[in-house]
């Protein structure tokens, strides 16, 4: 790890107060949390389903094919043992300091809240809110994983339980892109880690960042590299708890 680099992370942390953070499956790998997208993630979807993830978790798979949708989904997003790293808690300690706007994630897993955050713009919604297709009915995880043993119907009207995760081929939702691009316009200093910006609408917003420094946590390259005034190629989680030693 390039100490001087954290060291200038570290500054500027501590001289910024419109902190927004931008991160990706990478800050939930650390918590041991697989990202799907990877070469392994892709290799077993296809050797087990046949199908790409992509293609698993799209409106019309979901639609078509929802039992091994229900079945990929519970066996592959669902991490309830995943606890929290260096970095959710750093950054929850960032906002309780009045330091940190809001964070901003790809991820659907809920980890952000458990460390503490409060101003949580979640992309791509949450594995841990369920609605029911029909009667709109809401059903948290622990109510609604019994049910996923193939499809989940509601017990109130027989409709399938959709998880509140925002699938290929679906819109973001529009209240959580205005927050999130909000919380990127009033920032000084935007945090993106654990990410390869490769992810579209997503990715695009970084755009809208109209502040003074723009750090990439990445253990690899990303598009936005040559944009930005300081990129540490490293693991996010232990990034952050060496940042947060002092």
Request: charged share 20%.
């Amino acid at each position: 790890m390039e100490m001087e680099k954290i060291e200038q992370l570290r500054r500027l942390i501590a001289e910024s107060k419109k902190i927004v953070f931008f991160g990706g499956a990478g800050v939930s790998t650390e918590s041991n949390i697989p990202d799907f997208r990877s070469e392994n993630g892709l290799y077993q979807a296809r050797q087990q389903y046949g199908y790409s993830p992509e293609e698993m978790l799209s409106h019309h798979f979901y639609l078509e094919n929802t039992e091994t949708f229900f079945d990929y989904y519970k066996n592959n997003l669902i991490y309830q043992e995943a606890k929290p790293n260096p970095a959710h808690y750093a950054l929850a300690k960032l906002e309780a300091e009045g330091k940190l706007l809001a964070v901003i994630t790809q991820n659907i897993d809920g980890l952000h809240q458990l460390a503490g955050s409060k101003k949580v713009y979640e992309l791509h919604g949450s594995v841990l809110r369920n609605y029911c297709t029909g009667c709109g009915r809401f059903y948290d995880l622990e109510a609604v994983l019994p049910l996923i043993q193939k499809v989940p119907y509601c017990p109130n009207c027989d409709q399938v339980i959709k998880p509140d995760v925002v699938l290929y081929e679906e819109p973001l939702q529009e209240e959580v892109v205005a927050g999130a691009i909000a919380a990127i316009m009033q920032a000084d200093l935007l945090i993106i880690g654990g990410t390869s910006l490769a992810v579209y609408p997503a990715a695009g917003f970084i755009q809208y960042f109209r502040g003074q420094h723009l750090v990439l946590i990445n253990k690899s390259a990303t598009q936005y590299d040559q944009k930005a005034e300081l990129v540490i190629r490293d693991a996010i989680g232990e990034v952050f708890a060496e940042v947060m030693k002092k």
